[in-house]
Each structure stands twice: as C-alpha cells, then as structure tokens.
C-alpha cells in the first residue's frame, strides 16, 4: 500500500510552475501565491479569473503551450491541464529532473500529493486520504470549517505576539510551555470567542504580568500575520 509522509513545505520565495489555465489551475496558482511563492503558469488560454489576481504579486503568465524548459530553475511544479497526455509528460519530465511535482486528481503521476486545508490564520488543518477518495477529504474539510472558526486567527495571533515579548524580555524558552498552558487550560481560547476582553486581560495579567494587554498584543499578532508566511 502506497504510504505518504506528512509534511509542511516552505515555498516561501520558491519559484514554482503550474501547467494549466483553467479553474483548477487558478485554484492552484492561488494557493501558491498565497505561501508565497514566485508562480510561472504556463497555457494557450487562461480563465478570466485570472485577471482579478493582485497585480503585485510574484506570477508571471505565459500564453503558450507547455515546454520541458519551462521546468529550469524551478522547485516544484503543479500539472492541472484537460490533456491526460499532456500531464503524464510534466509528470515524466519533473522526474528526470527530481522535481517536486503534483498532477491534478492522477496520484500515480505524483510525487507529493495536495490534502484538503482548512486555514484559520496561521493555523493549518489537513486532510488527505492518500488520494483515494479527495470528496470524501473535502466533506472532512467542510465538517473542520464548522467546528474551528475565526477565534482560531485571534487566539494564534495573540499567542504569537505573547510569544515575542516574551522572548523580547530574555525569558528562557523552556520556561514559555507552563505559560501558554495556563493560558490554554484557562479557557483563554473560549474567552476569546466569547469576546470577553475584561476576561481575557485577567488572565493575561494572572498568568503574565500587568504589561500584556490583550489590545496591544492583537495588534502585534496581526502586524505579524500580515507579514505573511513564516519559516
């Protein structure tokens, strides 16, 4: 049975090839994008969708057909064309040049395959079932966007920038775990989807001291979530 090793691939800055210009691949362009990375999306037409991408973002468009040299210089590439042949050959192609490659709904011309993700700031959820059965991972995904909301972002923001003033104070790492689990066995997470504030600053100053206001510490939670994705 073909197994799949679970990881988190930083593409921050990676330039990356989508094969494809239609909505799968917009999908696909996105969410690289969207980890930062620097896409090249290579096809004869594109969706009108794609027009509406963030001109300032890394994405360059190419409108011709797919070529082996479009692989230089790349660290992975995503084939998400109609042309069953013509996936096979990206496919074909990335392995002779040990590249990282994914193919659109094929797992067996794969060499990583994509789960289902639900994302909540910097909170990252996924789900895969080895490409055997991708609706059945996208029904998972939808019951997980139920069950963790918004307060997710605020609370890894929150804990985020707790996290740098602390270090900023010199306090020793090994000394944050009983912290941030004061705070987690405290139901600082429940207080914050309750929008609790009065709540939430006792807690801060019980556990951490009078200086960490929920106030001032969202805002550095949120400066360093616009930064974008992080090693």
């Known amino acids: 049975m073909e197994k799949y090793y679970p990881v988190y691939i930083d593409i921050q800055n990676r330039k990356c090839l989508v094969v494809g210009g ?11 994008l969207d980890c930062g990375a620097i896409v090249t999306v290579v096809s004869p037409e594109f969706h009108s969708d794609f027009q509406q991408i963030d001109q300032s973002l890394p994405l360059r468009m190419i ?3 797919y070529q082996t040299s479009d692989l230089d210089d790349k660290f992975l590439v995503i084939g998400a064309t109609n042309d069953a042949a013509l996936n096979r050959q990206v496919s074909a192609d990335a392995h002779i040049r040990n590249i990282l490659c994914n193919i659109a709904d094929v797992p067996d011309a794969c060499s990583f395959i994509l789960p289902a993700v639900v994302r909540r700031g910097d909170l990252s959820i996924a789900v895969s079932t080895s490409g ?3 609706a059945f991972a996208k029904h998972l995904r939808k019951q997980l966007e139920k069950q963790f909301g918004e307060e997710y ?11 740098e003033k602390l270090l900023a104070a010199e306090h020793a790492p ?6 941030f689990e004061k705070l987690i066995d405290n139901g600082l997470l429940d207080m914050i989807h309750n929008r609790d504030k009065q709540a939430i600053n006792r807690l801060l100053h019980e556990v951490l001291g009078d200086d960490f206001d929920y106030d ?3 805002e550095t939670g ?9 090693r």
């Open 22 to 32: 239609g909505a799968v691949a917009l999908r696909k362009v996105s969410g690289l």
């Open 63 to 65: 409108r011709r057909s």
């Open 132 to 134: 055997k059965s991708p």
């Open 153 to 163: 972002t605020t609370f890894l923001g929150l804990m985020g920038a707790i996290r």
């Open 174 to 179: 090994e000394a944050h775990k009983p912290l």
């Open 216 to 218: 001032a510490l969202l």
């Open 222 to 230: 949120c400066r360093q979530q616009e930064q974008g994705p992080r």
